[in-house]
């Protein structure tokens, strides 16, 4: 749906309408045609979705109290809209929301809302792959996944060495518990989702911390390298 800001005339327009997308980049608003994009139903996608009816139905077997409860502190949950607007989430929505990154880092589902306690920063994450030797290593400036976190480990396949952006491409390749020391070899996760590693092509990985007991995340981090012989 697509999002108004009123003044005395239409300020700034967003999102969809009808056949239309409304949207802005450096250049200011613009307006382009809807583009509807094929459903391969990938493993990933089925997966999202299960979770997401998964935890919509689980919301109908909480208690009245606990539900009244969630709604009850979706003021101390907040967020900035694309207008730099407060928006305030609904109580299923964090419920929702939550509970799916904390099942992502493998923790224990909440019935009862947490108070919001920020996660662990990443800082920096360093990335490096070579066909000889299988590399295909994860780093950060911290010797280890902090406590009462995972690190959340996206990755793209090979991908021409011209590519730039890889944000449609990530999947899913591990979770890393709390005390995973850095370097991390993730060869076989990698393997495991793509196969062998290419020389000369392009990859891509994204980490995330997940908070284990409220379900909040860090900012993501990306990497890239080019694959060595």
Do not use: C, H
């Not at 909440?110 to 994860?138: K, M, N, Q």
Request: charged content about 15%; aromatic content about 10%; glycine content about 8%.
């Amino acid at each position: 749906m697509a999002k108004v800001k009123f003044s005395a005339l239409i300020a700034e327009m967003r999102k969809k309408l009808n056949g239309s997308v409304f949207a802005r980049n450096r250049g200011g608003a613009y307006l382009r045609t809807k583009v509807t994009p094929v459903n391969p139903q990938s493993i990933a996608q089925v997966g999202a979705r299960n979770l997401l009816t998964q935890f919509s139905q689980s919301w109908r077997t909480l208690t009245e109290a606990e539900r009244l409860a969630w709604n009850g502190v979706v003021t101390q949950w907040s967020t900035t809209d694309v207008f730099g607007d407060v928006v305030n989430p609904s109580g299923i929505t964090l419920y929702i929301r939550l509970n799916i990154n904390i099942t992502l880092a493998g923790g224990t589902v909440l019935t009862s809302p947490p108070s919001p306690t920020g996660a662990e920063a990443l800082e920096r994450v360093i990335f490096s792959a070579a066909f000889t030797g299988d590399v295909y290593e994860v780093d950060s400036d911290i010797a280890a996944v902090p406590a009462n976190t995972a690190a959340y480990l996206e990755a793209s396949p090979m991908l021409s060495p011209g590519i730039s952006n890889a944000n449609s491409k990530f999947r899913y390749i591990a979770t890393l518990p709390a005390g995973t020391a850095f370097p991390y070899d993730a060869y076989a996760d990698f393997a495991a989702k793509y196969g062998t590693l290419v020389a000369g092509q392009k990859a891509f990985v994204r980490m995330k911390f997940i908070n284990m007991s409220t379900g909040e995340v860090s900012q993501s981090l990306v990497q890239s390298a080019i694959v060595g012989a």
